[in-house]
């Protein structure tokens, strides 16, 4: 089903676009001697892929060079056609919250802020995302209503929120202002298996709105029905433990 | 959303420490203040010990040491002067006014000053004022005595008392002149200048409690009763140093050399502002050592804020790694986090600003009262001003250690939060 929907190419007149994400032959090496070396790996526009690893298998370090968190010490990882490991400073800053939608595991949000100040976090940021998003209270609004926020809580302090309700503020906050890829960094993790079910379908009926790629990460194999792919962290990569790479 | 705004949301979610941290800055801030305005004063009030007098005349002697003893009535002089040449000085010209000093009594640990009713209308202090009588009037018998506000406090004497002066300077040495006791008729308004630690009786009833004495000791089998005194001449020989006002200022070095060149004996004749501040330069090395200390204070806060804000950027790492992901650059995060040490010195230096000015108001009087020492309340100079920009650029620097560490950690912590 989702194969055809990933047919329907909006972007230009290309039948096949560049993808989202591509990653050629990236290698990172923490200090300690922890490395980890990514062999090819693509994302297409708009699409589902869920990421297998677990834990501690090196999906934070993958997840950092995607974002340009880390730089690679070699290789190209093209996100929305630029080569991140090329830019510097605070222009990487500038162009991850230009391009990515970013959820954590959990302790998403300022806790003292609101969730509506929550969601608004990116668009101190991005430009491009503030453009984007018109008027912004009322798109955040918009978002946290979608994602069955309650309008009665969008003033509340975010600490004050339960614990799902804090992924879905955090869910608003990724996809505000239409960033071209949402990375989740298990995401369900700190939810009951019911509540990671409701939030989940909520998330990709967003992100199929906002015509955003997903890139998920996670050791749950249930999810994996919702996505267009899933990926093992095994497949494209390898980890060393010892020796630099 | 504008940063000042996310770091004053976020202060204000720590606002606990936040708060303690501003008091305690304030607190530095207030005492160094305070410190520096006591210095002020009291360089001032030292500097305003004695005005209107344009010269201090005494036996040849170094200019401070006249200072010491004439005003301060601390040491004792070398020589005196002849009374020959003090109405010869006296007699010049230039002369408007002079005023008499003659020392060597005491009575209980107070220096007993022989002088003329001239000194409570001549001497002046803090720039123009004169002395006021709290109780009673000025010297009119020979012997009636006016006392300081010390004196009179220290040793609760009232107007109409009877006092017994003794010989010599020691603490309740000497021998009395107990024969010959004086009546309290005035006491003098505090001043906070040596002014208030003397007894002052006058130039005549110097010489009349020692018309039965000789060289330091009374002499024997000879007693000469006080009705007695009253019809002997009582001129002085000689007195202890005289102060000298003069016409017109433009004949003050004039007449100081007339003085220091004087053929009849060796003289010296001094400015006591001049004086004041030779003097004070020798007591500046204790004034540097408070204003040293203070600054230490002031250097323990800022130490203080340090230490908070790197204790504060444990719990806020997950806020460092949310503005990360969401675009905040390092730089931004320095300065968030200068930008909150900054409110917090600046908030901290306004605050000890409000408290230095709040006891001032409080206490101003009472330390006139009690010290003599009077604290003008103005705007802060420009001195203050610096310390205070100090103080918030130091706050704002303080900052530059817990940014450099979040930097270094947000890198580390990428995108993994853990709480």
Redesign the interface.
């Known amino acids: 089903m989702r194969a055809t929907l990933i047919g329907i190419r909006r972007f230009s007149g290309l039948s096949d676009p560049a993808p989202s994400l591509s990653i050629r032959d990236a290698a990172f090496s923490w200090e300690g001697g922890f490395g980890i070396e990514i062999a090819d790996f693509d994302l297409k526009a708009r699409e589902r892929v869920l990421l297998l690893g677990p834990s501690g298998g090196g999906k ?2 993958f ?2 060079l995607v ?1 340009g ?2 730089t690679p010490s070699r290789g190209r990882i093209d996100v929305l056609g630029t080569d991140i490991a090329r830019l510097r ?2 222009r990487v ?2 162009f ?3 391009s ?1 939608g ?1 959820i ?10 609101s969730a509506l ?1 929550n969601v ?3 668009l ?3 430009r491009l995302r503030r453009r984007r998003a018109g008027d912004a209270r009322a798109e955040a609004s918009r978002l946290l209503g979608a994602l069955g926020i309650d309008a009665a809580l969008f003033n509340q302090r975010a600490g004050t929120l339960s614990v799902g309700q804090q992924q879905r503020v955090a869910a608003a ?1 990724a996809l505000i202002g239409g960033p071209g890829i949402i ?1 989740a ?1 298990e995401p369900t993790s700190a939810l009951d298996r019911a509540n990671a079910r409701a939030f989940l379908d909520l998330l990709l009926a967003e992100q199929e709105t906002a015509q955003a790629a997903l890139l998920m990460v996670s050791h749950d194999e249930t999810l994996a029905d919702a996505f267009d792919r899933v990926v093992r962290l095994d497949d494209i990569a390898r980890v060393s433990g010892g020796v630099a790479a | ?3 000042l705004r ?1 770091a004053l ?2 202060l ?2 720590r606002r606990l420490t936040a708060i303690l941290t501003i008091l305690g800055i304030a607190l530095s801030v207030t005492l160094f203040l305070s410190v520096e305005k006591l210095r002020t004063g009291a360089r001032e009030s030292f500097a305003n010990t004695i005005s209107g007098t344009d010269l201090i005349v005494g036996a040849r002697a170094g200019d401070v040491q006249l200072l010491l003893y004439s005003v301060f009535r601390i040491g004792d002089a070398t020589n005196n002067i002849t009374w020959e040449s003090y109405q010869d000085i006296a007699g010049r010209s230039e002369v408007d006014w002079i005023v008499p000093i003659s020392l060597g009594d005491s009575h209980r640990g107070y220096r007993v000053v022989g002088t003329t009713a001239g000194f409570f209308d001549h001497y002046r202090y803090r720039r123009d004022t004169g002395l006021r009588f709290g109780a009673g009037t000025t010297l009119d018998d020979l012997f009636d005595t006016v006392i300081g506000a010390d004196v009179a406090m220290a040793l609760d004497y009232q107007v109409g008392d009877r006092i017994v002066v003794s010989h010599g300077t020691g603490r309740g040495g000497g021998a009395g002149h107990d024969d010959k006791p004086f009546r309290v008729t005035g006491i003098l308004d505090r001043t906070g200048t040596p002014v208030d630690r003397a007894v002052y009786v006058s130039l005549e009833a110097i010489e009349a409690i020692h018309v039965d004495w000789q060289g330091g000791g009374r002499v024997e089998g000879l007693k000469i009763p006080v009705e007695r005194v009253r019809n002997m001449d009582l001129t002085p020989g000689t007195v202890t140093a005289a102060l000298v006002g003069l016409k017109s200022r433009i004949t003050t070095f004039r007449f100081q050399r007339f003085v220091n060149e004087y053929d009849e004996e060796p003289l010296t004749a001094i400015l006591p502002g001049v004086a004041l501040s030779n003097l004070w330069s020798l007591v500046g090395v204790a004034e540097r050592a408070l204003s040293a200390v203070s600054l230490m204070v002031v250097v323990t806060a800022l130490l203080g804020l340090v230490t908070t804000l790197l204790a504060s950027l444990e719990e806020r790492r ?2 460092m ?12 995060i320095s300065v968030l986090l200068t930008a909150e040490s900054g409110l917090i010195a600046l908030a901290g230096a306004l605050l000890g600003l409000v408290f230095l000015y709040v006891l001032l108001f409080a206490l101003q009087p009472l330390l006139d009262a009690r010290f003599g020492l009077y604290l003008k309340v103005d705007a802060p100079n420009l001195r203050d001003c610096t310390i205070l920009g100090i103080v918030v650029l130091a706050g704002m620097a303080a900052g530059f250690i817990p940014a450099w560490r979040a930097y270094r950690r947000s ?1 580390a912590d ?4 853990r ?1």
């Open positions: 934070s370090t997840l950092n974002a968190i880390t400073g605070a800053d500038r991850r919250v230009d990515f970013i954590f595991q959990m302790f998403n949000l300022m806790p003292w802020l100040d608004l976090v990116p101190r940021f991005s906050r990375l960094d | 959303m504008s940063l996310l949301l976020s204000w979610n997950r806020e790694a949310i503005l990360r992901a969401n675009g905040a650059s390092p730089r931004t890198l990428g995108m993994s939060i709480s």
